[in-house]
């Protein structure tokens, strides 16, 4: 998969504007650690990004996962409101540890301060739409997602993009200390 081409869109809503989701690059790295200060975010996402080595180490493992053809995180961006440059809003990833494998996993974040405008669904539906294309011909047919049983904010972008309560998961300490849900969608037919 060629990282440099990949660059998906989303459209503005009534009250925030169009998304662009592109490759995360080492310039993005001061922003994230800004936005890993969150409490909810460093609560709800496994990764730990706590200074600048950590944020570029961040980067560096969302471009390998590219080059290996098994993670494909994009950062999500919308315009400033100045018209000048961009301001990250969150994250989107496919992980697709197995190639040929009928199904992947995908997840997301949203930065604290672009909450509650509809990033988060409407990054992960222009990311749903782009796997299922992308890996059509290899056998994607499955998207799963999952999130501990509080996460009510997780639950409801399942719910509005499209992905079904599927299962119920037991607690699995320490990655997972409460219960989840598993959502999944499937191929359009
Ligand atoms: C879950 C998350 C990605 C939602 O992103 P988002 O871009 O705010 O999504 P939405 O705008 O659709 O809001 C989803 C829900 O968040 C809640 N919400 C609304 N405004 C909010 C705000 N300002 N701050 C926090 N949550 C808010 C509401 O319950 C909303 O559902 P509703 O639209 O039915 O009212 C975001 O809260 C987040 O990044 N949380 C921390 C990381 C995380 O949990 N990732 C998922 C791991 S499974």
Not at 59 to 82: C, D, H, K, N, T
Not at 129 to 137: G, H, I, L, N, V
Not at 150 to 160: F, L
């Amino acid at each position: 998969m060629d990282t440099i081409t990949v660059r998906l869109r989303a459209s503005a809503t009534a009250s925030a504007p169009a998304l662009l989701l592109r490759p995360w690059n080492p310039a993005d790295a001061d922003d994230l650690v800004e936005l890993y200060r969150d409490g909810a975010l460093r609560r709800w996402t496994s990764a730990t990004v706590a200074d600048a080595d950590g944020a570029a180490r961040w980067v560096r493992e969302q471009q390998e996962g590219w080059e290996a053809g098994e993670r494909f995180g994009l950062a999500v961006v919308e315009p400033r409101a100045s018209g000048d440059g961009e301001r990250l809003v969150g994250h989107v990833v496919l992980k697709r540890p197995t190639p040929g494998s009928p199904s992947a996993e995908v997840g997301y974040w949203t930065a604290a301060h672009a909450r509650g405008r509809g990033v988060a669904p409407r990054a992960l539906l222009a990311l749903t739409d782009w796997a299922f294309t992308a890996f059509a011909d290899d056998g994607l047919e499955r998207l799963e997602l999952l999130h501990q049983v509080d996460n009510t904010a997780s639950c409801r972008v399942a719910q509005k993009c499209r992905y079904e309560l599927s299962a119920l998961l037991t607690a699995a300490p320490p990655d997972f200390p409460l219960d989840g849900h598993l959502h999944a969608r499937m191929r359009d037919v």
